[in-house]
């Protein structure tokens, strides 16, 4: 028998999801995609406590909400097929939960000195230009080296006390660019409502794999998590709703480079999006853009020197427009290309020449306590 725990916390994307059919999609963490777990034995497992959500035995019909901690623990012979061994409850003690778990989900995380690059802040805000290889939000995982950490040293202890610690939106690790993350009920409050009506003008840059028949188009299908592999996303017929608008900037080769602006914000849509129009990220291995097919796509040696240098997916959030939730005023930020892609956007003429010129550095550093 080998012996599994795991712990996650519930982003938008899982919300509403029925905790035994939770735990199905998530089994190929464990057992892998060879072996399936059933609906009843599934259930026996949330009934007997092997699985807890806020360190607390729920029904296998509990809806999930945003900022759920499921912890699982389970013995899995490695040789047989589920079913499975189920284990006593998990207590907070034996897995060292945070006393205020069961009731905030907040996780005990310490102020770091992480750089951050700030291009504003106030009381009710703070916006950033988030670098490479910084995980946004933790889990009980990962409770150190995250921007909320930075956050909290940068900002102060009181941004421990709000809900999902400020944050309204996030990036993934290795997209850079733009996001803003609230320091006040209030402000958390306004800037979550207008990420949910589609109100925030965002805009991001990339380069895919291929050039796109259209020079405009509108990727309107629903995603989902993956059944065979929970960390990524897919197309799914009874998905959450997801748009993505994109605009042609310039082709080079069989590469392209792409302005897109988003309706929704499902996670990694604009990757999964793009390469189910078959054109993934540049530099993106997870949905099909990674170095290999990427260099396929460069016909001289220059290019395809620039495209085996990528550590990552070429995606950066290049702006970020909201209504200031004190103020009333509309803002807009602009992040300048990060280093590590400046060689594989620069093969393309300036974002200058489309309409995407940063604002000047008065508007960009605008001291918004005054207006």
């Given amino acids: 028998m080998n012996h599994f725990e795991y712990s996650t916390t519930i982003d938008n994307d899982q919300v509403g999801c ?39 035995i729920q029904k296998p019909s509990y809806k999930l909400k945003a900022g759920d901690l499921v912890w699982m623990s389970v013995e899995l012979d490695s040789t047989v097929a589920p079913p499975l061994k189920t284990l006593p409850p998990i207590s907070r003690s034996a897995h060292n ?20 690059n700030i291009l504003f802040q106030d009381s009710d805000l703070v916006v950033l230009d988030k670098p490479l290889n910084l995980i946004v939000q933790p889990t009980p995982a990962v409770r150190s080296g995250t921007l909320i950490n930075a956050l909290i040293h940068h900002c102060g202890a009181e941004q421990r006390e709000l809900a999902r610690y400020g944050l309204v939106h996030r990036l993934d690790k290795d997209t850079t660019g733009v996001m803003v993350v609230a320091k006040s009920n209030p402000a958390q409050q306004h800037l979550t409502a207008q990420f949910k009506d589609h109100t925030v003008q965002r805009t991001y840059v990339t380069v895919v794999c291929g050039q796109p028949k259209n020079s405009t188009g509108i990727i309107s299908v629903p995603l989902g998590r993956s059944r065979n592999d929970f960390r990524k996303m897919t197309v799914k ?38 390469a189910s129009i078959g054109h993934p990220v540049a530099g993106d291995p997870t949905y099909g853009g990674g170095n290999k097919r990427a260099f396929n796509e460069a016909s001289t040696k220059q290019i395809r020197q620039i495209v085996n240098q990528l550590n990552r997916q070429a995606l950066h959030a290049l702006t ?33 020449c489309n309409g995407l010129q940063p604002p000047s550095a008065r508007e960009s550093s605008i001291n918004v306590d005054a207006l």
């Fill in 237 to 274: 017929e009874n998905g959450r709703r997801a748009v993505t608008h994109y605009r042609v900037l310039h082709s080079l080769d069989r590469l392209a480079q792409l302005e897109l602006k988003l309706e929704t914000g499902r996670t990694h849509q604009i990757r999964v999006h793009l």
């Fill in 320 to 352: 970020l427009g909201f209504i200031h939730p004190r103020t009333g005023r509309f803002i807009q930020f602009f992040s300048s290309i990060p280093l590590d892609l400046a060689p594989l956007f620069g093969l393309f003429p300036s974002l200058s």
């Fill in 97 to 116: 939960i945070p006393p205020d778990q069961g009731r905030g989900h907040k996780l005990d995380l310490a102020p770091e000195s992480i750089p951050l």
């Fill in 18 to 56: 029925r905790l035994d059919r939770y735990l199905i999609q998530q089994w190929s963490h464990f057992a892998g995609r060879a072996k399936q777990l059933s609906r009843s034995t599934a259930q026996q497992m949330v009934q007997r406590g092997s699985v807890t959500v806020n360190g607390s």
